[in-house]
């Protein structure tokens, strides 16, 4: 009765929080389904719960939120799957087997229903923007491809290749065979002067090596400095893809040589 008694008054919190804008529908014992007019970007709306435990109450969505999202995204990497856990942490929430949760109380039940939706909505609207989220995890999912799928050719990260020039840092160095092999990622053209400058420095100490480029996008490049990366550099990959489908072929031929 006492459980009731409060779950009633932290309901009406929320009525009132919502000038009665509000419905309720128990799902369970102790877990109401919230209808808010909060949406997500496609119009549908935010699933949101209130559930009751034995630690106090906690809003939730009950896996809502990454179902709908997987319909069109998947997080289905390392890196993604970063993303997603400081989306979450950074707003103060945890994720239980999908269930993304926040505790609550009936002081602060209309400030957290409003935070939870939108950062709810803020992880389904990964779907609209999947172009930017994939720039973002350019230099991530790199890593992650050198770190699983090349391991075999003993990377080293972030490899200093002249002792004395720390600025000249190359991203990955690989040693298949008797001379490593140096690779850049390039996602600007910051990036791609660097990766000029460090071959040509590499050449004038007469260094034995191979210069490798994985450019996020060639095209966003500019004219000059993919010339610049073409006179300095023995093999450029055009885009990710092409590096994850090819970059296994090179370094065994570089094994071979």
Not at 117 to 142: C, D
Not at 194 to 202: G, N, P, R
Not at 219 to 226: E, P, Q
């Amino acid at each position: 009765m006492k459980a009731q008694i409060k779950m009633d008054n932290i309901l009406n919190e929320i009525r009132s929080g919502f000038n009665n804008q509000v419905k309720f529908q128990e799902r369970r014992p102790g877990i109401y389904q919230i209808y808010l007019p909060i949406f997500h970007e496609d119009g549908d709306m935010v699933d949101l719960f209130l559930q009751k435990g034995q630690d106090g109450y906690k809003l939730a969505d009950f896996g809502h939120t990454l179902m709908r999202l997987a319909y069109t995204y998947n997080i289905d990497s390392d890196a993604k799957e970063a993303i997603l856990s400081k989306i979450v942490a950074e707003n103060g929430m945890t994720e239980e087997e999908g269930n993304i949760l926040m505790p609550t109380n009936s002081k602060t039940i209309f400030t957290d229903l409003m935070h939870v939706a939108q950062t709810y909505a803020k992880i389904g609207s990964m779907r609209y923007f999947k172009r930017e989220v994939v720039e973002n995890l350019f230099y991530e999912m790199l890593d992650e491809f050198v770190s699983k799928e090349l391991k075999e050719f003993n990377p080293i990260k972030k490899a200093h290749p002249i002792t004395q020039r720390p600025d000249l840092e190359v991203d990955y160095q690989f040693t298949p065979n008797g001379h490593p092999v140096f690779l850049f990622g390039v996602k600007d053209t910051a990036k791609a002067r660097l990766a000029s400058l460090s071959f040509l420095e590499f050449q004038r100490s007469n260094l034995n090596y191979r210069g490798l480029v994985v450019h996020e996008d060639f095209d966003k490049i500019s004219k000059n400095d993919r010339s610049r990366l073409t006179n300095t550099c023995d093999k450029q990959f055009t885009s990710f893809d092409e590096f994850k489908s090819s970059a296994r072929l090179y370094l065994e031929r570089e094994r071979l040589n």
